[in-house]
């Protein structure tokens, strides 16, 4: 076989292989069409309204869905337009997005802030960080990329996005 040849083969196998060595393209292609989520996270699948989140320290608690509602699919600012009244822990990547969203806490307990993009997560209380308590990924075929923890008692926060790869991503509060 001829050094061409040779070329052309690889250059054929290339693709095939690289969706076999990608495991999000494998998961995607093993997942149902509608995702199996635990009773926690079942109204991940039900999608809300969309909301254009704050650039600029505006708040308005009424302007969240309640705590537990559906995901909701949050428009977001350029990061060099945005002014958060904290912040961020992270530095916010200039290329990308975010926004604030404020959140009225009624009940002590865990908050779980659920993205389906990868994005810098902060919760703010009194113009203090909160520390967060746990982080991960939702469940396997959910659509969810990311989950952060918070343990939250009765007040005003305001929920920071900061670094989000896209204008719009989706979102759910949900206190346990």
Known sequence: MGPRLGMILLATALPSAAVAADPLAKKAATCPATPVLPPELADWAR?????????FGEQ???DWPPLGAARTALTLHRAESLRYGVAPERAPDVHKFGGMMPIE???PGRLTVALDAG????????????????????PACSGIRKMVDFDVTPGRYVLQISSAPTQSIHAMALLR
């Not at 999608?47 to 650039?55: P, Q």
């Not at 919760?123 to 990924?137: E, F, P």
């Open 47 to 55: 999608a809300a309204e969309s909301k254009t989140i704050y650039g």
């Open 119 to 138: 994005a810098w997560i902060d919760l703010v209380r009194d113009g203090a960080r909160v520390k967060s308590v746990g982080h991960g990924h939702g």
């Open 105 to 107: 806490v009624k009940t």
């Open 60 to 62: 308005r608690a009424s």
